[in-house]
């Protein structure tokens, strides 16, 4: 098992241009979530969700958007990216359990 | 409203002493607590976790944590310290419901002299 995935592993943007960042786990788990981790301030809820086809706001969920269209899968997106989102950003997932499974980050600067 | 404090923002100690990382917790109800650590560049492992039960946890790597429900308190301990625990160290708390959000605090930096 992979385990939980993430792509791309580093990324640098303008400010304004949107991207997509990929979360993908092969544990067959309901729920998943995206943090983003800041100097520190720990990490922080932006989205999660409880099942394929379902997501709910968290902590932090301004200028972000997520999909769950497959279980498997959860995309997070910037639309218009802004240096304030300059952070790493952590996808988990768990199962039924409290347990979370982090994958190992993606690294992103606005410029 | 549920939080989590780490007291220690960095903490320097010698290889083969002792360590205490701080916790502190404010949860209405018995809390699931964790204790994650993240080594330079990399995603979080989870070192250890509290449901219920014995108050004093074992974990991965030598690690072991005690809850004290009457201080709100969930510190991390190892007897001896290697070098290769120098990381940063995250304690969280999972929220009440089913939906499994984390509150982490502000991380704990160990460094370890050799």
């Known amino acids: 098992n992979a385990g939980v995935t993430q792509t791309p592993k580093f990324r640098v943007l303008k400010t304004g241009q949107s991207m997509t960042l990929l979360c993908a786990q092969d544990?067959?788990?309901?729920?998943m979530y995206w943090y983003r981790q800041d100097p520190g301030m720990g990490l922080r809820l932006i989205h999660y969700?409880?099942?394929?086809?379902?997501?709910a706001k968290g902590e932090v969920p301004d200028g972000y958007n997520v999909s769950r269209l497959k279980k498997q899968n959860f995309l997070l997106g910037l639309e218009s990216a802004a240096p304030s989102q300059t952070s790493v950003y952590f996808c988990a997932s768990r199962l039924g359990g409290h347990e979370q499974y982090f994958g190992p980050g993606t690294r992103l600067t606005v410029t | 409203a549920q939080s989590v404090t780490q007291p220690d923002i960095h903490i320097t100690v010698s290889e083969g002493a002792s360590l205490e990382l701080r916790c502190n917790y404010s949860?209405?109800?018995?809390?699931?607590l964790f204790w994650y650590v993240q080594s330079p560049g990399q995603g979080l492992q989870l070192l250890l976790k509290y449901f219920s039960g014995d108050t004093l946890v074992q974990g991965i790597k030598g690690f072991e944590a005690e809850f004290k429900r009457s201080q709100s308190s969930f510190n991390l301990r190892k007897p001896s310290v290697h070098w290769s625990d120098a990381a940063e160290y995250f304690c969280?708390?999972?929220?009440?419901?089913?939906?499994?959000?984390?509150?982490f605090g502000q991380g704990t930096t160990l460094q370890v002299k050799p």
């Open positions: 969280a708390v999972a929220r009440s419901g089913n939906t499994g959000k984390l509150i």
């Open positions: 969700s409880v099942g394929e086809g379902t997501t």
């Open positions: 949860y209405g109800a018995t809390p699931y």
């Open positions: 544990m067959n788990h309901e729920y």
